[in-house]
């Protein structure tokens, strides 16, 4: 199973983006699917999740301006991302649980400018 991450890039304070987190070789569905993010010098931290069921949890700094959503016959995730600000500059990592597996994926590099 491979998780491919696309839609990162370089973008103004305040403007928007969209990721997308696609699995190939997968013959099953995931658990859960979600994005993580870690800037320079920090920690990987939680962004937002969602289950195969729809439930979402988001981290506080993104409450209100991301929004994650999945294509469960697709196994894709997506993080739509609006009222980007500097300190959202980070790679984000998707990340995928089947069971007691999980999967990770190549990150893509979000860089707001202020």
């Known amino acids: 199973v491979q998780l491919q991450a696309s839609g990162g890039g370089l973008v103004q304070a305040g403007g928007s983006l969209r990721l997308s987190c696609a699995a190939s070789g997968s013959i099953f569905s995931f658990d859960v699917m979600g994005w993580y993010r870690q800037a320079p010098g920090k920690q990987r931290e939680l962004v937002a999740t969602i289950t195969i069921g729809g439930f979402i949890n988001y981290a506080d700094a993104v409450k209100g301006r991301f929004t994650i959503s999945r294509d469960n016959a697709k196994n894709t995730a997506y993080l739509q991302m609006n009222s980007l600000k500097f300190e959202d500059t980070a790679v984000y990592y998707c990340?995928?649980?089947?069971?007691?597996?999980?999967?990770w994926g190549q990150g893509t590099l979000v860089t707001v400018s202020s």
């Open positions: 990340k995928a649980r089947a069971g007691v597996r999980v999967y």
